[in-house]
């Protein structure tokens, strides 16, 4: 069992100064500036700020911090590692420059230093914190129970802490002190993932394979991309006797494992070479695959600092910030993509993206001329068929809307929403026995698309084959999780329906 944590979860970012030294005026101004911009993502912006700091005063130790965490942030560790340094030479007692520097160095296999470094801080709240990972990695269990101990006596009741020493129990089979830890921990946040896979792992080792299973389940419920939690679920199915499901929880652990050996070793390669872009994109991209969606911006960000117009990087950062919503910047990423590569192929994510912000805002006009040049560039794009479609259908343009939705299934017959969009159409002009074609073929390509069930039982029930519909209401009633009123609205439908 590992005792292991993140180490971006132990670097302390942008918090208050810390023990040591105060800057101030204008010095102070521009520290605070620069974090700022840097919780921005406005980097270049951020490395002016702490350099102009230091120009008015060489041993503001604030500012020399702040210039480490941004170069460790962005996978400039040698740099960091020097700022760290003359924050600590100009004020010693600058904690949390030695915190984040013994961050990096036990990353580096440096694990003594690193524990020297943290035990000259014997009133950090951080440290105290990070000081038993350290020590239990050494296999010092008394030192690393007695330092969560002290953080708990000098932080207060924290949650990381408690799960630390629910770890630490479980390593010495110290089952009764682990489990009252975690309950604990579970009482201050019953949101933790992690806390539901150390119970879990609990009941595993007392062989307590249905509490495991419930406990493993809530875990990966409040984050999928939980590696050990899908490890630990194989164990308790293959307890229980359940050979194929662990097997296939072993399979998503040993994908998601490889994606994180991928970025450590990548974080290798960056530490040797900060500037090299390639590493950083696929490092992102890994970090995609494991959920971690902060730590992809930051290496996509860092990618176009080094150069703005790539359009790889650009690619990458408009789609991952389109998902989370941040609209204004994806246009602006495709206007600056679109403009310097207006006739490269993979221009057509950047149109695409452009059409997706402007459907999302209902303003058809403009998404319908941004799908037509993502298709113009790419025409093989099913997604951007069927978003075409739906824009022509939202515009009226019916029989063009048709066109655009069978291009899609011709492009991608696996594209449940195409068939979907293609469903509603028919439906809007009557055509029931197309219709129910076209749901069941969503359905085929789809069967957890639980909207279209709901769309069949409509079709099922206008044709009078009242049992259809009673099956489809219900199907409907027990897959779908989204607004309560069209729940509410197919229970009323179902129960209209004549008995059988």
């Known amino acids: ?282 490092l992102a991209h890994h970090y995609r695959q494991l959920g971690r969606d902060d730590d992809a911006l930051i290496h996509y960000r860092a990618a176009l600092l080094a150069d703005p117009d790539d359009l790889e990087a650009l690619i990458a950062l408009s789609g991952l910030l389109l998902a989370r919503g941040e609209d204004q910047e994806v246009l602006e990423l495709c206007r600056r993509g679109i403009s310097q590569h207006p006739e490269d192929v993979r221009t057509s994510k950047l149109h695409f993206a452009r059409g997706y912000v402007y459907m999302r805002r209902n303003q058809y006009q403009e998404a319908r001329t941004a799908f037509e040049r993502a298709l113009a560039l790419d025409s093989s794009s099913a997604t951007a068929w069927n978003n075409l479609g739906h824009v022509q259908l939202s515009l009226g343009a019916s029989a063009a809307a048709q066109q655009a939705l069978e291009s899609a299934i011709a492009a991608d017959s696996t594209l449940a929403d195409a068939h979907y969009n293609l469903g509603s159409l028919f439906l809007q002009k009557g055509q029931l026995d197309r219709a129910q074609r076209a749901y069941r073929a969503a359905i085929a390509a789809d069967s957890t698309f639980a909207r279209t069930y709901y769309a069949l039982a409509t079709v099922y029930q206008a044709q009078g084959a009242h049992s259809e519909a009673r099956r489809c209401y219900q199907t409907f009633i027990d897959k779908w999780q989204g607004d309560p009123d069209f729940l509410r609205q197919a229970r009323e439908r179902l129960a209209q329906l004549p008995s059988p």
């Open 1 to 282: 069992m590992s005792l292991a944590v993140p180490l971006a979860a132990l670097w302390v970012f942008w918090g208050g100064c810390g023990v040591g030294s105060h800057p101030a005026g204008e010095s102070a101004r521009l520290v605070r500036a620069g974090r700022a911009a840097a919780e921005e993502h406005r980097y270049a912006e951020a490395r002016r700020a702490f350099e102009n700091a230091l120009a008015l005063d060489s041993l503001d130790a604030a500012a020399h911090c702040a210039l480490g965490d941004l170069d460790a942030r962005l996978g400039h560790v040698e740099r960091a590692v020097r700022a760290y340094e003359a924050a600590i030479a100009a004020d010693s007692t600058y904690h949390r420059a030695r915190h984040n520097l013994a961050v990096i160095e036990a990353d580096r296999g440096h694990l003594p230093l690193a524990i020297k470094l943290l035990e000259h801080t014997p009133t950090y709240v951080p440290a105290l914190r990070t000081l038993p990972l350290f020590y239990a990695k050494q296999g010092r269990y008394d030192l690393a129970e007695k330092g969560l101990h002290a953080a708990l006596e000098v932080g207060g009741e924290n949650i990381d802490v408690r799960q630390q020493l629910g770890r630490l129990y479980l390593r010495q089979g110290r089952y009764d002190e682990a489990r009252a830890a975690l309950d604990l921990a579970l009482a201050q946040d019953s949101t933790q993932a992690e806390s539901h896979r150390l119970l879990g792992l609990l009941h595993l080792a007392e062989r307590r394979y249905l509490e495991a299973l419930a406990a493993l389940h809530r875990a990966l419920a409040l984050n999928p991309h939980l590696i050990e939690a899908h490890y630990n679920l194989s164990s308790a199915l293959l307890g229980l006797g359940q050979p194929t499901q662990a097997q296939a929880a072993l399979a998503r652990f040993e994908t998601l494992a490889a994606h994180s050996a991928q970025v450590a070793h990548l974080r290798r390669q960056l530490d040797a070479d900060p500037d090299h872009r390639k590493t950083r994109l696929q």
